[in-house]
């Protein structure tokens, strides 16, 4: 039977981003570890067998509902940093590429 996986994948992300990993330095001289890390993570073979796989990226960045609610919510957060950018900007390619479906 094919299954539906809706995967939040800020937070796979995010725990690789802040973990000890080595650094990989790609080409253009940015960090990718956390990219490679996820995208290691992403092909596991229950992402393959399954029907549609739905890749949900958080970017909201202040202008959610929570912010509605409270202007102060995350307020102590800075705003992401170029390579935490630069790497989910390639993460969402990489997810397309891979036949998931990117939101």
């Not at 001289?29 to 890390?37: P, Y």
């Not at 092909?43 to 890749?55: D, H, N, P, Q, R």
């Not at 609610?69 to 790497?87: F, S, W």
Request: charged share 20%; hydrophobic share 45%.
């Amino acid at each position: 039977m094919k299954t539906a996986q809706l995967v939040d994948v800020c937070s796979v992300f995010f725990r690789y981003y802040f973990s000890k990993l080595p650094a990989v330095i790609n080409d253009d001289g940015w960090d990718v570890s956390a990219l490679l890390a996820t995208t290691r993570w992403l092909c596991k073979k229950e992402f393959f067998e399954a029907g549609v796989v739905v890749l949900a990226f958080d970017e909201s960045l202040g202008s959610g509902f929570r912010h509605e609610i409270n202007p102060q919510y995350k307020a102590n957060r800075a705003l992401p940093t170029e390579d935490i950018i630069y790497q989910l900007e390639l993460l969402k390619s990489i997810g397309q590429y891979l036949g998931f479906v990117v939101l």
